[in-house]
């Protein structure tokens, strides 16, 4: 197949963890006969400069008429100023609302070779595997504000449309691996809440019988996320809760070099980035985890281009790397560490 990525580099490690992924896609697209088309654009700090605003129309046009958008991180302290008008993680916030994007995806499987890394009991993650579903585009984040002398206010509202899409992409992605979706909310308080268990409970019911729903209010489930993470598949929840959730999840995989994210929409056309930053401390010299933006690359593949078997071969390819210790500074506490480049080399020889 042809595809068209736009890829946006972005600040601070960016450009380096992404021209180092390119190479691994062209080298699946050879073994696999696709042909893919990368249009690099701005986004960010680099936007700012460059544009002046964070987030170039001519790079949400090009977003637009793609297939799928791969994204380095943006920020970095030249743009940390808070009483800056325009700001980097603006340009990220306003592509993935001008995208349609609602669902967030982070896969956490921690991998063997990383165990030690977690501060978790390397017994508790053997066999942990799962995908937090985080809703990206509605409540407390998005709802009115007020704010007196006295007081302030943040309204958190949801729509049934908003859960029933997001529960739907959860659900769809439960039958794909091993049938089971945990919905967490705090419905014994919150409205919004025992509208998104009713809402889960129905869709659930009439269009994925196949699927298992179990639901877990979200105090619990910070506990059980650490104390038995094995037992969870797929975890769907509303935006503050994912936002706290995922971050505590990615405690689980010891790197933050390791761990992949996808936005995804209605349509085929997602963005697809690591969930760690533009790292500003290491930015420049060589030494960056390349794997996080690599494993999001296989996203990329599976979700937008429906490629599964070569996202799967991806996934191999970076899990035979770490068998093979072939690590970065950042997960080499001891012994030799390879570079950006290196690491994603050893990827590509190891492609099935
Ligand atoms: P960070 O994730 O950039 O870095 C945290 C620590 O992890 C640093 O020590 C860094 O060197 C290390 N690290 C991160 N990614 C790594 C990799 N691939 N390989 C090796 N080490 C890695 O978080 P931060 O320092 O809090 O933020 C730095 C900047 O990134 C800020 O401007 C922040 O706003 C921005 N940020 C952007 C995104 C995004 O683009 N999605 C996400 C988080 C933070």
């Not at 580099?9 to 697209?29: F, K, N």
């Not at 700012?48 to 920020?75: C, K, M, N, Y």
């Not at 009483?83 to 603006?90: D, L, Y």
């Not at 919150?190 to 009439?206: G, K, M, Q, Y």
């Amino acid at each position: 197949m042809h595809a068209n990525i736009v890829v946006l580099p972005g600040d601070g490690i960016g450009p380096e963890i992404v021209s180092a992924t390119l190479p691994v896609l062209e080298a699946v697209a050879r073994r696999h006969g696709h042909s893919f088309a990368f249009q690099e654009h701005d986004i960010g700090g680099v936007a700012i400069d460059r544009h002046g605003v964070p987030l170039p129309e001519s790079t949400l046009e090009a977003a637009r008429g793609a297939d799928a958008v791969l994204l380095g991180a943006v920020g970095g302290p030249k743009w940390s100023d808070p009483n800056a008008k325009v700001r980097p993680e603006q340009g990220l916030l306003a592509i993935r609302k001008a995208l349609g994007l609602f669902a967030n995806l982070r896969p956490v499987r921690p991998h063997p070779a990383a165990l030690g890394a977690s501060p978790i009991k390397a017994g508790l993650l053997e066999g942990v595997d799962i995908v937090i579903v985080r809703e990206l585009t509605g409540g407390i984040y998005f709802g009115d504000r007020t704010r007196s002398e006295t007081d302030a206010s943040d309204v958190c509202r949801y729509t049934v449309e908003e859960i029933e899409r997001v529960v739907r992409r959860a659900a769809a992605l439960a039958r794909s691996r091993r049938g089971h979706l945990t919905s967490v909310d705090k419905a014994n308080v919150l409205e919004t809440s025992r509208l998104w268990r009713d809402v889960a409970s129905r869709i659930v019911r009439e269009e994925f019988p196949d699927v298992t729903l179990e639901h877990q209010l979200v105090d619990s489930m910070a506990m059980h996320l650490l104390s038995k993470p094995r037992a969870y598949d797929v975890v769907v929840t509303e935006n503050m809760f994912g936002d706290i959730l995922t971050d505590e999840a990615s405690m689980l995989a010891g790197s933050l070099g390791l761990l992949a994210s996808a936005s995804l929409g209605d349509g085929r056309t997602g963005i697809y980035e690591p969930i760690h930053g533009s790292a500003p401390d290491i930015a420049g010299k060589g030494i960056a985890n390349p794997y996080a933006t690599i494993l999001s690359a296989a996203m990329l593949l599976r979700h937008s281009l429906g490629l599964e078997a070569e996202a799967a071969s991806i996934e191999a390819a970076v899990s035979a790397a770490l068998d093979a210790k072939v690590f970065t500074a950042d997960l080499a506490a001891t012994g030799r560490a390879v570079d950006t480049q290196q690491a994603a080399q050893a990827v590509i020889e190891r492609l099935g």
